[in-house]
Antibody, heavy 120, light 113 residues
Framework: EVQLLESGGGLVQPGGSLRLSCAAT????????MSWVRQPPGKGLEWVSV????????FYADSEKGRFTMSRDNSKNTLYLQMNSLTAADTALYYC?????????????WGQGTLVTVSS | DIVMTQSPDSLAVSLGERAAINCKSS????????????LAWYQQKPGQPPKLLIY???SRESGVPDRFSGSGSGTDFTLTINSLQAEDVAVYYC?????????FGGGTKVEIK
């Protein structure tokens, strides 16, 4: 059974940084692209970023480019999202998600999410 | 960037009746080299992460009831729920995965009339 467990969320001040992690089990992590998707409280889904199975390529939403860095450690079956220069608009539940294959595939598994709150 | 527009924002349907949700992309998500539409549908119930229903616009994910179906091609797509059940109350999202950024539609809330 695929399991994705996010961690690292919390309260951070505007301008601050946070690093999210996602521990993956139940599948061959190195075979699949992974994504981050966020959901502001009471709002819809926002795609954040995707990384290829090898970690050789990453793609970001326009609003995250230059501020967020996605990476993975296939030896540890772990996905990361480094978030810098955070603003109130980044407040959301952040989901770790697994693709059905490469980056241009649908998301077939989701974690429960980790909440990031940006506030002074 | 491709913009995904869903309609309606919400709809109320009687139990056993049909619900149809539309999704329009600002440019085609049909990839000519493989003739596939790079579009998915997800269901999200309150307090839960989303769940994949449909991929490649019309392929049903394993375990998804066959009352859920996806159709359309190019820029216009529809998710149809035949014979709506109480457990289908949720918000439904479309998403393209044609070219990054892989944007979502704004969501459609389905309720029981």
């Amino acid at each position: 059974e695929v399991q994705l467990l996010e961690s690292g969320g919390g309260l951070v001040q505007p301008g601050g940084s946070l690093r999210l992690s996602c521990a993956a089990t139940g599948f061959t992590f190195s075979n699949y692209a992974m994504s981050w998707v966020r959901q502001p409280p009471g709002k819809g889904l926002e795609w954040v970023s995707v990384i290829t199975n090898s970690g050789g390529a990453t793609f970001y939403a326009d609003s995250e480019k230059g501020r967020f860095t996605m990476s993975r450690d296939n030896s540890k079956n772990t996905l990361y999202l480094q978030m810098n220069s955070l603003t109130a608009a980044d407040t959301a539940l952040y989901y770790c998600a697994k693709g059905r294959g490469g980056p241009n595939t649908a998301i077939d598994s989701w974690g429960q999410g980790t909440l990031v709150t940006v506030s002074s | 960037d491709i913009v995904m527009t869903q309609s309606p924002d919400s709809l109320a349907v009687s139990l056993g009746e049909r619900a149809a949700i539309n999704c329009k992309s600002s440019q085609s998500v049909l990839y000519s080299s493989d003739n596939k539409n790079y579009l998915a549908w997800y269901q999200q119930k309150p307090g839960q992460p989303p769940k994949l229903l449909i991929y490649w616009a019309s392929s049903r994910e394993s375990g998804v009831p066959d009352r859920f179906s996806g159709s359309g091609s190019g820029t216009d797509f529809t998710l149809t729920i035949n014979s709506l059940q109480a457990e289908d109350v949720a918000v439904y999202y479309c998403q393209h995965y044609y070219s990054a950024p892989f944007t979502f539609g704004g969501g459609t809330k389905v309720e029981i009339k």
